[in-house]
Each structure stands twice: as C-alpha cells, then as structure tokens.
C-alpha cells in the first residue's frame, strides 16, 4: 500500500494550490457578498484542464485519474467552494455521465466542449438537474414529465436547486416518461439551455457557496428530440444514481478542502496571535482542538482517496464513496467551527475567511445526498 502521490498528481497539487492562492483568493470576500459568479476562474481552470480532468483526450479532456481531481478539488476548495462546486459538476456529473453512459455522436457534440470547458472562446460548463421541490432525497418521485411525440420528446416541469443554472450551456435533465413504470419510467436528456420553453429563474440567496449559480429552471413544452437522450428507454434513474455515486466523491474533496483551508488558517492564526504572554497555540486548549482537527481531517483525506483508489480500479466505490461524503462533510462543518473558535472574536469577522468557509461547509452535509442519505446507504451495505 503506497501512500505516496505520483510526480504528476504533485505537480497537479502545486498547480492547483497556486491556482487557488493566486487567483481565487484575491476577491472572494467580494464575490462571497456580491454572489458573483466566478467565470474568469472558470475559464482560467478551462485552459488548465480542470473542467474535464477526468475524461478521455479523445473527447478534449485530460485524461487524468480521480486521485488527481480530488487533490484539485481539495486545493481549490480551501480557497472558495464556489468555484470548486461548479468545477464538480462540470467533471464528477456532467462530463463523466456523458461519457459513461452517452453515445459517440453525444460525446462528440458535447462532451468534448464540457471537457475543455469552452465553446468558442466562451465558458462552456452544464449542469445537473435532477432535484425538483417534491423530490429531493427520494429522486424517484420525478414530477417534471417527458411525453413521447413522434420523433421528440416534451418536457414539462420544474427542477430546483440547481448549480451552474444560469451559467451552463447544456443541462442533463432527468424526467419521467412513463409513472405506471416508476422509477423504471425515468429517462434522462441531454438538453441546450437555449432551447426555447426554458426559464432559469432568480439565483438563490443562500448561506453558503453564494458564488455559485443556484437558480429554479421550469420548462413549458420543451422540445427535445430522441437522439439527446442518454442510454436506453428507462436507463434514467440507474443514470442518475450511478453518477451521483461519483458526484459523492467530489463533494467529499470539497468539505475535505473546506475543512483543511480552515485547520491552516486557524494554525497560521494560533501562531500569531498572544494571550497570557505567549502564541495560543502553546495553550492546551488550543492545542487539543488543532490536534485533532488535524487527526479528523487526515482520516476524511484517506477516505476519500480510497474512494478515488476504487472507483480508478473499477471497483464497486458506492459505500466508500457514501462514507466519505459523510465523513468529509461532517468533519468540514465541525471543523471550521473550531476554527472560527481558535480565532475568537476575529473568527466573526468575515476578512479572516473562517465564517465564510464555515457557511460554506454547511451545504456539503445536503447536496448530491443528504447525510443522513448516506447513512442510509452504508446502512443497508452492511446490513446486506
């Protein structure tokens, strides 16, 4: 067992730590407060190959493994998840769904965009709608509908929650074709944003990740044609589901990186800062809780490598992937707790960046699986 990273998934790691101090650090209180949209960091991680680095060359991406993207996701995160969130979607659900489960002529016409994350010079990233306000942790009970006619498909409903929303040029859209089949009668289509009968509605004003482009999409009599959807007749929910597996891992790294930005930040802070005539760090009581965010945060690191290990060896990563996830995320809300606590009253103050990753670390514990999701799916692994 190797616990050592490869030379090029250290180089990844550098490049993804400059990346993160050099050009998201700088503004990302103001995009915090403002809710702007990061898209010049997009674009910047586009020429990077950090908006599909996990898929083929073939299709534009960079081929890379999932140990690679988790070091990336851990390293962006540190810094703002708003950006880490839409390069998640865009790498663990969108572009690995596509090339999965999506077809040659599907692959070529949009996976190869969302894995170079341009399109002409402009930021070329989609989205995942899945969610819808009756179906959260039960995906199975899909109200947005896809009626058959002729050689179409017409969507009708609306999807909530939905990251990269206003942003993304393509959505996967999952709906249901047929309820007497229930979750059997799911499909899922690749759908262009600007295929008219799509409403993207206001961005949410949310706690955490206000970056990040969270809006309602309805849809009236949208038309999509037959060849945009992905795998057989019913292959929906089994597609979302199998994705999100995945997506799981990604949202791990972020709460993993959330969670690691906080811990240094707060020793940095213990190192500086005197109380009783020395750095609170020499405190037993600061001590104890940077020992053990450390102890916390590098178990949430090893799990969620492992998950990575497994799923790169095509090996079953669900209950792994689930564990992670619940570590990670809990480990990231806790953690920077603490770490607003070691800062005391400066933890308050939003120009340390501890309260915003502490907001920030409240949504892995909710997004693509709920904790308590998770738990069930570990539950009935080894109960089985």
């Known amino acids: 067992m190797d ?5 090029e998934q250290l180089m990844i790691q550098k490049a993804a730590r400059e ?4 050009q ?5 209180i103001e995009r915090d407060e403002l809710q702007k949209f990061p898209r010049e960091q997009l674009l910047q991680l ?3 190959g950090f908006l599909g680095m996990m898929t083929s060359p073939k299709y534009g991406g960079a081929g890379m493994d999932t140990i690679s993207y ?3 996701m851990e390293e962006i995160s540190k810094v703002d998840a708003s950006v880490s969130v839409a390069v998640s979607v865009n790498n663990s659900l969108v572009c690995w769904g596509l090339e999965h489960y999506g077809n040659e002529a599907q692959k070529i016409q949009y996976l190869t965009p969302l894995a170079q994350g341009k399109k002409d010079g402009e930021l ?5 709608l899945l969610s819808e306000p009756e179906a959260g942790s039960d995906a199975t009970r899909q109200h947005t509908t896809a009626i058959e006619q002729g050689d179409h498909y017409i969507i009708n409903g609306v999807k909530n929650w939905i990251t990269n929303g206003s942003s993304a040029s393509v959505y996967l859209v999952i709906a249901q074709t047929d309820d007497s089949k229930g979750h059997k009668g799911i499909n899922a289509f690749i759908v262009d944003k600007n295929t008219p009968g799509i409403t993207v509605g206001v961005k949410e004003n949310k706690m955490g990740i206000r970056g990040s482009d969270t809006h309602a999409i309805s849809f009236m009599d949208v038309k999509v044609h037959k060849e945009n959807r992905i795998g057989e007749d019913g292959f929906g929910f089994n597609f979302a589901m199998k994705t999100l597996n995945g997506g799981r891992i990604g949202i791990a790294a972020q709460a993993l990186g959330i969670a690691s930005g906080a811990y240094e930040l707060a020793l940095a802070y213990s190192k500086q800062r005197k109380s009783f005539g020395k750095p609170i760090h020499e405190h037993q009581a600061i001590q104890f809780k940077l020992a053990e965010m450390a102890t916390r945060i ?9 998950a990575a290990w497994e799923k790169d060896n095509d090996m079953d990563y669900t209950t792994t992937a689930a564990m992670a996830k619940l570590h990670a995320s809990d480990t990231a809300m806790w953690a920077t707790t603490e770490a607003v606590q070691v800062h005391g009253g400066y933890g308050f103050v939003k120009e340390y960046h501890v309260e915003r990753l502490m907001r920030d670390a409240k949504i892995t514990q909710i997004y693509e699986g ?7 799916v570990i539950g009935r692994s080894i109960t089985r």
Do not use: H, W
């Not at 616990?3 to 030379?7: A, K, P, S």
């Not at 998201?24 to 990302?28: A, E, K, N």
């Not at 070329?124 to 995942?128: Q, V």
């Open 70 to 72: 988790i070091i990336a």
């Open 3 to 7: 616990f050592n990273l490869t030379e």
């Open 46 to 48: 586009a020429d990077l």
């Open 298 to 306: 590098q178990t949430a690191r090893l799990i969620c490598y492992q």
């Open 124 to 128: 070329y990233i989609g989205a995942f």
């Open 19 to 22: 990346f993160a101090q050099q």
């Open 370 to 376: 709920t904790s308590e999701i998770q738990k069930m």
């Open 24 to 28: 998201c650090l700088p503004g990302v």
